[in-house]
């Protein structure tokens, strides 16, 4: 019961983590997104379901369930969105120099991550 609690504990924590991701840069959303659910698949049918079933996540999470893959959408959104929010972070927000060298860093294993993942068909108009 308590590692359950645990795990839904921590799948709440992911997929806030996920929510921020959308907006804040060097933030990774898709990990997370994946993270949550495994968390929700062990600790709440009704957690894990309602993940499943969301517009935005549900069919990111379906591919990846089944095909262990990511749409060319998805991909193409999360390359974009690190180089872009990233990549201006970098240049123009953050002031200290090593800051910069470790959000690149962390930019370029993102982009490495999300390059070497499969690129799979899209399943519906939402993928």
Request: hydrophobic content about 55%; overall charge positive.
């Amino acid at each position: 019961m308590l590692i359950r609690r645990l795990y839904l504990l921590l799948g709440f924590f992911f997929l806030t983590l996920a929510i921020l991701g959308i907006f804040l840069p060097l933030l990774p959303t898709t990990p997370f997104v994946l993270i949550a659910a495994a968390c929700f698949g062990r600790s709440s049918e009704k957690w894990h379901n309602w993940l499943r079933n969301n517009s935005t996540f549900g069919p990111m999470l379906h591919n990846w369930h089944i095909n262990r893959c990511l749409t060319l959408r998805v991909k193409t959104f999360a390359l974009l969105s690190m180089l872009l929010v990233g990549g201006y972070s970098i240049f123009f927000a953050i002031a200290d120099f090593r800051l910069r060298i470790i959000g690149g860093i962390l930019i370029a294993i993102g982009f490495c991550a999300i390059i070497r993942t499969k690129t799979c068909a899209a399943t519906d108009s939402n993928g």
